[in-house]
């Protein structure tokens, strides 16, 4: 298939006509971007069969990641690289067919908030590339992360409608659906002297698979994403027998339903308590754990095996209720008593925690969880128990200790320590987060599980990051040491002989201007702003949230503007602050931080006096496909999260791997990234994890200490209240307040005249270019440690004990 352009270019045209009724002339970039899509998907469906029947016929251990979130973004071009479909790009040229508007074309696959959505994505790129038998288990949101728009400097959301046009990568499977219960009531009965549980008058949710390709880099491996949606399951002719042509209940039944599915709770880090979340936590693990052993039962295996056969990874508690699942499949369906049972599931199970935030640990009402799921409730209180008397034994008469560490207390099912308790393995997300949670957060459960606690620190897959989103820089890369960073990224150390060469440092500098060419065009069109190209661009791009400290960035171009306006002619080299960020609808603060920056970006950028050095420019609706356009253009990266709160991060890979230098605190990946780089290729400041737990723990800090100390501070502050930047007075007051009058949870204004230090040495550095390109090669040549191929490999071997398997195509 596709030996040459013109045999693709003839799929190409004949799927046109047959799957949009087009003629090339005709069609527009949709009709494109649609059949391009088909005939991609034709071409990989073959391998996937294949690859499906090998997984099959050798009966491999199979790793599943069960996720609420996948932030795929768009698949045309990953699946075009991953395949190898090169003959493409040519085809399409020859066509007269522009690839870059097509790719338009497609709407992000949005189904994640941040970092662990994204983190997820990656991983089953990484998975597949490395011919690892793993797939990802998610639901299919109707409605994906919502649609950011600024109005007047506001965030306003509508609805992400990402399947408006159908999707071409997924297929639905209808013959796989499962049912899963909700409500009713469970009552005991005793049949051949055994308590069976007999569930009664519950609510059957239909759930049904849709799945999409994972596609390994050149290999042949197509993994499966299932995302399951929820239906009524409800025939037209099922109405009429409704209680008595129940019409209207019927129909109320089919929509509350369908609302299982229907949209992605758009908070990252701050649980809301609603029993729609639970329910689609429920559902997701309902459907996935029980689709996993009808597979599995029709194998040869026992049971009995299944650890060795299968893990189910749980990315963060939102699946943790896999656990209870399978223990009630086990048990009430597989016959197993509690004890098999409870060893089969605790040595099938790895979870990973993502936050140490208490605001984001997952906590459900007892009343709630029981009214919505009696049989795992029943199971969860007898798994409680169980462990409570364990602990008893170990700890006798340490009542306080047993209460702190119970998965049921205070009224709450506490879901951090089921996911402990019910898996073999627990890690965190990078080195300083695993040892917070070792010796904080989770400290009870270290001692007393130390061999169950790891760390794998995160990655990002470098075929899309650094491979797709910065063609230029991948080519001078493979010009310099050859190809073998593409399979093996640590191959990219290679590079750091080059950091001393000047015709590598000037196409280096020359590719990063013309990314940045391309940035400043985008946000000409999009913002109506004008940049110079040959400023810095310091761009800070993550979801809003008071630990990340947008404002103290803020802030500081606050600060920078003033001392511009006292005196222009300054020493200054011109800087482009560049940010995207949603905030969740309901997080008050993180929307009066944007329209802050919105206001700071419309003083600053008319301000004649200043000559155009400083310009501040907030890119709307940031999403996985606008960071591919930004982070290739990025000269700084700003990583400055509050430390011990940041768990790990991952822009500050892709960043970096782009070539950009960080400026951050110690927090999270950057410490690492510190190791690799070393300390003169990265700025860091502020207040270290210790001293900051040391704060929380003892107190001693006043923020109106800074502001009576600190002038420019003082002169920032009531600038936000004295009406200096136009209308928003009554949300600059909610800030000024949060800063002094709440003292400054996030330390602030504790690290402001740090991080101005080293936002000045920054600026020092960059007057030398040849010392900034050098630093820019060295962070480059040092990131390939953060490819999620080294996460993955990790994980593969440290946690899943699973091994690559390699796939004959089918289709060369
Ligand atoms: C229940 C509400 C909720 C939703 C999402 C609570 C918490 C979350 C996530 C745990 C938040 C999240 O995305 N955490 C991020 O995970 C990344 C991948 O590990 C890390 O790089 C980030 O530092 C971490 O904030």
Avoid at 101 to 117: C, F, H, I, S, T
Avoid at 259 to 277: F, K, M, N, W
Avoid at 380 to 402: A, H, M, S, T
Wanted: with cysteine; proline share 3%.
């Amino acid at each position: 298939m596709f030996e040459d352009a013109r045999q693709f270019k003839e799929a190409f045209v004949d799927k046109l006509q047959t799957m949009q009724g087009v003629a090339l002339e005709q069609a527009t970039n949709l009709d494109k971007y649609m059949a391009l899509g088909g005939v991609i998907r034709d071409y990989i469906y073959k391998n996937w069969v294949e690859t499906n029947n090998h997984y099959r016929k050798k009966e491999s251990k199979q790793v599943y990641y069960f996720s609420l979130e996948f932030l795929l973004g768009r698949q045309l071009r990953s699946n075009l690289l991953n395949a190898n479909l090169s003959v493409v790009e040519e085809a399409l040229q020859e066509l007269n067919i522009d690839l870059s508007k097509v790719e338009e074309m497609e709407p992000d696959a949005g189904l994640g908030n941040g970092g662990l959505g994204r983190l997820a994505a990656c991983f089953l790129d990484s998975l597949a590339s490395l011919q690892l038998p793993g797939h990802g288990c998610g639901i299919r949101y109707k409605y994906g992360h919502f649609e950011q728009k600024i109005v007047n400097g506001y965030q306003v959301e509508l609805p992400d409608n990402w399947l408006k046009e159908g999707n071409v990568w997924e297929v639905r499977r209808g013959d796989k659906a499962v049912m899963v219960k909700f409500g009713g009531q469970v009552r005991l009965e005793e049949i051949d002297g055994k308590l069976v549980p007999i569930h009664e008058n519950y609510d059957p949710v239909l759930a049904v698979p849709y799945d999409t390709p994972v596609v390994g880099f050149k290999n042949n491996t197509i993994n499966t994403l299932r995302l399951w949606n929820a239906e009524s399951g409800i025939k037209e002719f099922d109405f009429p027998s409704f209680n008595h042509g129940d019409y209207m209940k019927a129909v109320q039944y089919k929509y509350e339903t369908e609302a299982i599915s229907q949209v992605l709770y758009p908070d990252d880090s701050h649980q809301e308590g609603q029993v729609l979340r639970l329910k689609q936590e429920y559902f997701l693990v309902s459907a996935g754990v029980q689709s996993i052993l009808r597979s599995y039962k029709k194998g040869n295996k026992s049971i009995r095996e299944l650890p060795e056969q299968v893990v189910i990874h749980l990315n963060d508690t939102h699946p943790v209720l896999a656990i209870p699942e399978l223990m009630r499949i086990l048990m009430d369906e597989e016959g197993f008593g509690w004890d098999e049972a409870w060893e089969i599931t605790q040595n099938t199970m790895s979870y990973t925690n993502h936050t140490t935030l208490a605001e984001a640990l997952e906590k459900w009402p007892v009343d709630i969880f029981k009214e919505l799921l009696p049989r795992i409730y029943m199971i969860v209180e007898e798994i409680n128990k169980r462990f409570c008397r364990e602990l008893w034994e170990r700890y006798p008469g340490q009542w306080d200790r047993i209460a702190q560490m119970a998965i049921i207390a205070d009224g709450f099912v506490k879901m951090a320590h089921l996911a402990i308790v019910g898996s073999y393995s627990v890690n965190g997300v990078a080195r300083i987060h695993t040892e917070i949670l070792k010796k904080q957060e989770m400290k009870n459960f270290y001692k007393y599980y130390p061999q169950k606690f790891n760390n794998k620190t995160n990655g990002i897959t470098h075929r899309r990051w650094l491979l797709q989103a910065n063609p230029k820089l991948a080519d001078l890369i493979t010009n310099s040491i050859g190809t073998s960073w593409i399979k093996h990224p640590e191959d990219l150390k290679e590079l750091r002989f080059y950091a001393q060469d000047a015709s590598f440092k000037e196409e280096l500098q020359k590719i990063k201007r013309e990314n940045k060419e391309q940035l400043a065009q985008l946000i000409q069109e999009q913002n109506q702003v004008q940049v110079e190209v040959d400023s810095i661009f310091d761009v800070q791009i993550k979801r809003l949230h008071a630990y990340k400290r947008q404002l103290l960035n803020a802030l500081h171009i606050l600060h920078l503007y003033n001392k511009l306006r006292e005196a222009p002619q300054m020493e200054f080299v011109p800087r482009t602050f560049i940010f995207g960020a949603k905030a969740a609808p309901s997080y008050y603060h993180a929307k009066w931080v944007i329209k802050l920056i919105n206001s700071i970006a419309d003083k600053v950028n008319n301000d004649k006096s200043i000559q155009g050095k400083l310009k501040v420019v907030f890119l709307e609706n940031y999403r996985v496909s606008l960071a591919e356009k930004i982070i290739p253009a990025a000269d700084v990266s700003e990583q400055i999260s509050t430390a011990s709160k940041e768990a790990s991060g991952t822009g500050n890979m892709k960043l970096m791997m782009n070539g950009a230098i960080t400026i951050g605190t110690l927090d999270g990946a950057n410490i690492e990234i510190l190791e690799q780089v070393g300390s003169e290729n990265i700025f860091t400041f502020g207040l270290t994890e210790q001293q900051v737990i040391e704060y929380y723990a003892h107190g001693g800090y006043n923020s109106w200490e800074i502001y009576h100390q600190d002038e420019q501070v003082r002169a920032i502050l009531d600038q936000l209240v004295n009406g200096f930047l136009g209308d928003g007075s009554k949300e600059f007051k909610t800030i000024y307040n949060y800063l002094l009058h709440n003292n400054d949870e996030y330390f602030v204004l504790k690290d402001f005249a740090s991080y101005a230090n080293a936002q000045q040495e920054l600026e020092r550095a960059y007057r030398d270019q040849n010392r900034w390109r050098e630093m820019s090669a060295i962070n480059i040549a040092n990131s390939g440690g953060f490819s999620s191929d080294r996460t993955i490999s990790e994980y593969a071997t440290g946690i899943w004990k699973v091994e690559p398997l390699e796939i004959l195509g089918r289709s060369r």
